[in-house]
């Protein structure tokens, strides 16, 4: 049988968690692109459930930009205050986490 041993410290590093960043705000900023052509074609659309989950996973910043860029949703107030907000609590989050604990 094979034994294998991961090392947590070599996947979790901060290379690898900017590369998450960047890969998960892409994906944010895409999916907004995709729901705004789906809602002018009239055709299936994102669930907002789904937008809210990518940027609570760390998109915020490409569902944001992705939001203004496009034009899409910025007339909902759960989408124009939700999104920075969850997007500034998880600033704070990552602040605290490195300077204070």
Do not use: C
């Amino acid at each position: 049988m094979y034994q294998t041993n991961i090392d947590l410290k070599n996947i979790f590093t901060i290379q690898n968690f900017v590369i998450y960043l960047i890969i998960i705000n892409i994906i944010g900023f895409f999916v907004m692109f995709i729901d705004k052509r789906k809602a002018e074609k009239g055709s299936w659309r994102i669930p907002e459930k789904t937008l809210f989950i990518i940027t609570a996973l760390g998109g915020g910043i490409g569902t944001i930009t992705g939001m203004y860029t496009f034009r899409h949703k910025t007339k909902k107030p759960e989408f124009t205050i939700g999104l920075p907000f969850i997007t500034i609590l998880e600033i704070i989050g990552a602040i605290y986490y490195i300077f204070i604990k």
